[in-house]
């Protein structure tokens, strides 16, 4: 059977590429040919409205899964990109953190429906800019965390607190999770600012930061206003062509083989 792969793309601080690299990474994967879900665990719904899921197509969200409504293979919605689905999100999630806060079990409620997914499926979970009970629950569903990371002066700092989040999970409730890797974002090889964050990362993390780091690029800026990826809105972009490279580094990470697409 293959090795599942859950993986939370996650950091506290907004505004740092996380929803646009879970969008195109999912656009990527899929592709390639690997059968992909991504979950959208954020209240904004962004991920959602990047890959063209409108308002009135979500019947059930993420919030009916964690409180078991639905299953993933209902919440789970079809994109225009072949073999990507979604689980949409809506701002009535902003509420979970209170009122699943009751539950029994109450950080194992992802877990435990993303175990129906398919054999060889890639799950990829959009956490909120928080590390809150949602983060926590994708923390405890994972087997790994993508951290993307802008290439701004406070990156590093702010780093340190969501690692030790990885580390208590990973002393808890989950002991199989751990870093994937730090992607560096935003990045603009003029600003002698975006180098020197990538030379501090590199030397403080090492090989956890990955080869590719994604520019600052208009195109990755207006795609979600058209609601796609900027892989399908503008795949020669230079944007596109750091994020296909983004993937086949993190496929090669995962020792995933291409699929037949």
Not at 41 to 49: E, F, R
Not at 75 to 85: G, P, Q, S, V
Not at 234 to 258: I, W
């Amino acid at each position: 059977m293959p090795e599942q792969h859950i993986v939370a793309i996650a950091n506290q601080k907004g505004g740092v590429g996380k929803t646009t690299t879970a969008v195109n990474l999912g656009t990527a994967l899929a592709q390639a040919g690997h059968s992909t879900i991504l979950v959208d665990l954020d209240p904004q719904g962004n991920a959602s409205t990047g890959l063209g899921i409108s308002g009135d197509q979500r019947d059930y969200t993420i919030y009916d899964l964690l409180t078991g409504e639905v299953d993933l293979q209902t919440a789970a919605l079809e994109t225009d990109i072949r073999n990507l689905r979604v689980v949409p999100s809506t701002s009535d999630l902003a509420s979970a953190d209170v009122q699943l806060s009751q539950a029994l079990d109450r950080t194992r409620l992802l877990e435990r429906q993303l175990s129906s997914a398919p054999a060889g499926t890639i799950i990829l979970i959009d956490c909120p800019p928080a590390l809150g009970l949602l983060t926590v629950n994708a923390m405890v569903a994972a087997t790994s965390v993508l951290v993307p990371l802008q290439a701004e002066f406070y990156a590093l700092e702010g780093l340190s607190q969501l690692l030790a989040t990885v580390k208590q999970v990973r002393q808890g409730a989950n002991p199989r999770l751990r870093i994937n890797g730090i992607l560096l974002t935003m990045s603009d090889y003029r600003n002698n600012l975006s180098q020197q964050v990538e030379a501090d990362a590199r030397e403080t993390l090492g090989d956890l930061v990955y080869p590719t780091v994604i520019p600052r690029n208009v195109r990755v800026s207006e795609a979600p206003s058209h609601a796609q990826p900027v892989l399908i809105y503008d795949p020669s972009s230079k944007g596109s062509v750091a994020y296909r490279q983004f993937a086949a580094e993190f496929t090669a990470r995962l020792n995933l083989q291409p699929e037949n697409a």
